[in-house]
């Protein structure tokens, strides 16, 4: 189980700006243990967005944001509702947030931050993708992860290490600001790297002993035989 | 808080006034000792316009930068303090500048670093908390009087800051990241370019072109590194980041028994070829300091 909590509502709507219409997708995976996802949490954020003048174009849970496959079978059917909206507003861990950017042409903003792994991981294990650091930046890097593609965990563009588009550490690496970079150029949004992005919060990544637990967490204190 | 008066640094006041800029770099030596430091200061006393003083280099633990810098100036010269974020948080990082703004240190040359794991100390944590660009906010913030919790300084530094570009970016999409990030560390306050070190004065012709383009003014110094020999030309492409030599320079080397003459001679071309278009060059002789001044001679 992966847990994720809330961003403040400000926030999300910092990251979401001049767009108007935004489509929510949402995790029917690990933010529904951890209370961050669900159909009432989705429709009750719908309304909260449309209170602020923003228009919902639609809501889609998937079971597993993280299974990329199955993103791509289920968007199929919504794919007007998406190709109409400014961006869309995520609900799940930072892998969700990855394969999704990964696969729509859209920014894709989370709406929630990792806190920690709590239990097993999620389903998008080929690689190493979310550092749990609760300061989800992800729509600002092109849905790709500065600080677990970057080693220097650089969070404002790459350094001069690369060498025809590799990683100073490791030759045989992908240099993670290259990527970002393809990914933001390939859905027309090379412009988000010009904003600043100020040092992460470290302090988040210490969660506090009630965001380390999920609601089953009983269960671990009880003898089962 | 005390008004301080804001002195332009000495290595400001000569950008300011069109002197084609000479800077060069010290090292410090892996010991606990100065008498290289006051030698090769020795070499630069009458050359240099400021000497940078590297930060752990190549991710090698040696003396330190501050220090360093503050021998440099009792010496009566004028130091350009390079800060990694490599091996300090960002509480190190703002103690260590205005540490140095009371030991009299203006020019600050904010750097990412190298990774750890390319030194020798590859077991050490990388920490990289806060980026270049961030550094250079950091440093904006104290010059305003607070440090980066927002707690107001008793009284605030002033600093000539600088930052690094690689003007030889192999692919498109890492030239055009170098571009993004240039521009970023002016929006937070860079006020010079030193280059990573170019071999290929078209490569820097056609960078220069495309920043006036971008309508950059920030002054930048051209990055020139003494060449050796082969065997360094050889290394450099293979193992140094960002670094190129191309072909006809690796065997006019090869071709000469002289390679102090060769060394000299394709450091003049290369100044006098770049010179039309940049505000001056920053010169890493790494431990050829005493031919600085034949390397340089065109510009006197």
Not at chain 1, 110 to 128: D, R
């Amino acid at each position: 189980m992966i847990l994720t909590e809330f961003k403040p509502l400000k926030e999300i709507l910092e990251k979401l700006g001049e767009e108007k219409k935004i489509f929510i997708m949402g995790c029917g995976g690990c933010p529904e243990g951890a209370d961050t996802g669900g159909k009432k949490v989705l429709s009750d954020f719908k309304e909260k967005l449309e209170k602020e003048g923003k228009t919902v174009t639609g809501i889609l849970e998937i079971d597993f944001l993280c299974q990329k496959a199955l993103i791509r079978s289920r968007i199929k059917p919504r794919s007007e509702e998406i190709k109409n909206s400014d961006s869309v507003l995520v609900f799940s861990c930072g892998l969700g947030v990855q394969a999704t950017s990964s696969i729509l042409d859209k920014i894709c903003h989370p709406a929630l931050n990792t806190t920690t792994f709590g239990g097993i991981t999620g389903m998008w294990q080929g690689t190493e993708r979310c550092d749990t650091c609760g300061n989800c930046i992800l729509d600002q890097t092109g849905g790709i992860c500065p600080y677990t593609a970057c080693p220097k965990k650089l969070e404002n563009g790459a350094c001069a290490g690369q060498s025809n588009d590799k990683c100073e550490t490791d030759l045989e690496r992908d240099c993670g600001w290259v990527l970002i970079y393809n990914n933001l150029k390939r859905i027309g949004k090379l412009d988000r790297l010009e904003k600043f992005i100020p040092p992460r919060d470290y302090a988040k990544l210490l969660p506090t002993a009630d965001l380390r637990k999920t609601r089953l967490w009983a269960l671990d204190e009880e003898e089962i035989l | 808080m005390t008004a301080e008066p804001m002195e332009k640094s000495k290595f400001e006041k000569t950008l300011d006034s069109g002197k084609f800029a000479v800077t060069c770099e010290i090292g410090p030596p892996k010991g606990a000792e100065d008498e290289e430091i006051k030698e090769t200061a020795q070499h630069l006393k009458n050359v240099a316009d400021g000497i940078n003083v590297t930060d752990l280099q190549s991710s090698v633990m040696r003396l330190g930068s501050l220090t360093t810098c503050h021998l440099l100036k009792q010496m009566g010269l004028e130091p350009i303090f390079q800060v990694t974020c490599r091996d300090r948080n960002r509480l190190a990082l703002q103690s260590d500048l205005i540490s140095a703004y009371v030991l009299g240190i203006r020019n600050v040359l904010a750097l990412t670093g190298d990774y750890t794991t390319i030194g020798d100390h590859p077991q050490a944590e990388p920490v990289f908390d806060l980026d270049s660009v961030q550094l250079l906010w950091a440093i904006k913030k104290l010059e305003e009087g607070y440090d980066l919790a927002g707690k107001e300084l008793t009284r605030k530094p002033s600093f000539f800051k600088g930052a690094v570009v690689n003007p030889g970016a192999d692919t498109e999409a890492s030239y055009e990241l170098q571009i993004i990030k240039m521009k970023k560390k002016i929006a937070q306050g860079a006020q010079f370019f030193q280059t990573q070190a170019i071999f290929d004065a078209e490569v820097f012709k056609k960078f220069m072109e495309r920043i006036d383009e971008e309508n950059i003014k920030v002054p930048v110094l051209a990055g020139i590194i003494l060449l050796k020999s082969e065997r360094m030309a050889n290394y450099m492409n293979k193992f140094v980041p960002g670094v190129f030599v191309p072909e006809p320079i690796v065997k006019k080397m090869e071709g000469t028994e002289d390679k102090v003459s060769m060394c000299i001679e394709i450091a003049s071309e290369l100044i006098e070829a770049v010179k039309p278009y940049c505000a001056g060059v920053h010169i890493q002789a790494l431990g050829w300091e005493k031919h600085i001044p034949a390397a340089i001679k065109s510009l006197k």
